[in-house]
């Protein structure tokens, strides 16, 4: 039975990522915060079937007590500050977490075992303010956030000690990915968590930020399969992962409320104090490398996301769990 470690398993992608292992008859230890409180139910469920360890990006000791221990052959550094609009706010624990973390965690592995294969989180932010679309593997990156610029530093760091150290290490470049499982302060949860709100009477308004952003959606439970299979390769390489399609927050509202047969022009408002201070360029992601090295393609469509949030969110909030 291999073993993995997953920092940030509590979170949307840890929890996906920990259920695949578990199918595939891995022996899964989660790393989180010692602060870190899990309220979801479903959540909660999955740190049951898993090894949960205390540990901490900014203490990279504790990293290597638990790499001594439990011995994983995997790890998937998950763990971060990833809320982008708060990074403005939070530059600098954004940089020791998302950017020195990563550090923290492959000088850990180089420490007790250099055999360990490491997987990083990188992200379609990353690119940023490129013109050039769609976006792949060899695009330059122009960062516009504390936390992509964050992404970025944790991405070379990656590069570098596979390259110094002839590691196997990874990171798989992931477009934006949700599921019913990414927080309430995320566009796409804020949008069916509101559409669900007030097809049941319970606010009038929903108020978001610019509408014409344009992001690669997609599934959360497809894009880890990706970075299993991207440690599972004889060749370490850094992958795109996304759908190859683009989607404004407009269409997105449109989505989600037409779904419940709602018209989102008479309860959507643009509010500026939800504007970043600057919006990324068009996103949209060059999956050829994903197709052709991992044989990977995301299998949940635009359409089939936005109804399964809406759908989890009406569950959620009439079983009164969310009111």
């Known amino acids: ?18 259920e695949f292992l578990l199918s595939k008859g891995y022996h899964v230890v989660g790393m989180v915060r010692p602060t870190a409180n899990v309220n979801e139910p479903e959540i909660q469920d999955i740190l049951t079937r898993i090894t949960v360890v205390q540990g901490d990006l900014l203490d990279g000791n504790s990293i290597i007590n638990i790499l001594q221990k439990h011995h994983p052959s995997e790890v998937y550094n998950l763990a971060a500050q990833s809320y982008v609009q708060n990074s403005w706010n939070h530059a600098l ?12 965690v492959l000088e850990a592995i180089r420490l007790v075992d250099t055999n360990i294969r490491f997987y990083q989180a990188s992200s379609s932010e990353m690119f940023g303010k490129s013109t050039i679309a769609p976006q792949n593997e060899e695009t330059p990156f122009h960062p516009l956030s504390p936390y992509a610029i964050s ?10 000690f ?50 014409e952003a344009r992001r690669d959606w997609g599934f959360a439970g497809d894009y880890v399969e990706a970075m299993w299979l991207m440690l599972q390769q004889d060749t370490p390489r850094d992958i795109v992962i996304g759908t190859g399609q683009t989607h404004s927050v407009r269409e997105l509202c449109e989505e989600a409320f037409s779904y419940l047969d709602l018209d989102y022009r008479k309860y959507v408002v643009q509010d500026p104090k939800f504007f970043r201070p600057i919006e990324a360029e068009l996103m949209v ?35 009164g769990a969310g009111a």
């Open 1 to 18: 039975m291999p073993t993995a470690l997953i920092t940030g398993v509590s979170g949307q992608d840890g929890s996906y990522l920990a």
């Open 93 to 104: 624990l954004t940089a020791e977490t998302t950017a020195l973390g990563v550090t923290r």
């Open 151 to 160: 992404k970025v530093y944790g991405h070379f760091t990656t590069v570098n």
């Open 162 to 211: 596979r390259e110094s150290y002839g590691m196997f290490t990874v990171s798989g470049i992931l477009f934006n990915h949700e599921s019913p499982r990414r927080n309430i302060r995320y566009v796409t949860r804020k949008i069916s968590n509101g559409a669900v709100r007030i097809k049941l009477g319970l606010q009038d308004e929903l108020r978001l930020g610019n509408l």
């Open 285 to 319: 992601a060059d999956i050829t490398r994903a197709k052709e090295y991992l044989g990977w393609s995301p299998v949940i469509t635009f359409e089939e996301l936005v109804h399964m949030m809406v759908d989890a969110d009406m569950a959620l909030l009439k079983d």
